[in-house]
Nanobody
Framework: QVQLVESGGGSVQSGGSLRLSCAVS????????MAWFRQAPGNEREGVAG????????NYADSAKGRFTISRDNAKNTLYLQMNSLKPEDTAMYYC??????????????????????WGQGTQVTVSS
């Protein structure tokens, strides 16, 4: 059974930083891609960043490039998202996601919703101006 549990969300002022964590269990069933998504009220869920947990290669949405860093600690079974220079428009529920172990690999781990099977419950990030 795969479980993804996010933590680290909170309220910060514009320009501040947060580090989100995603604790992973049931690794046997998880593929090489993991990612972070976010969803603001009234908006669709959008990809933020993805990572290949085997080789560490990463992919970022334009909104995250230069400000956010996705990383993983395989020994701790934990995925991270370091968020710097936060803006009010970053306010959203942030979700951790993982691909299925036998999912097709398209050569990268872009944070595209259709590639991910397992989802956490989310952690809220609120950025005030």
């Amino acid at each position: 059974q795969v479980q993804l549990v996010e933590s680290g969300g909170g309220s910060v002022q514009s320009g501040g930083s947060l580090r989100l964590s995603c604790a992973v269990s049931g690794y046997t069933y998880i593929g090489r891609c993991m990612a972070w998504f976010r969803q603001a009220p009234g908006n669709e869920r959008e990809g933020v960043a993805g990572i290949n947990v085997r080789d560490g290669s990463t992919n970022y949405a334009d909104s995250a490039k230069g400000r956010f860093t996705i990383s993983r600690d395989n020994a701790k079974n934990t995925l991270y998202l370091q968020m710097n220079s936060l803006k009010p428009e970053d306010t959203a529920m942030y979700y951790c996601a993982a691909s299925y172990y036998s999912a097709i690999y398209y050569g990268n781990c872009a944070p595209s919703k259709g590639r991910y099977t397992y989802w956490g419950q989310g952690t809220q990030v609120t950025v005030s101006s």
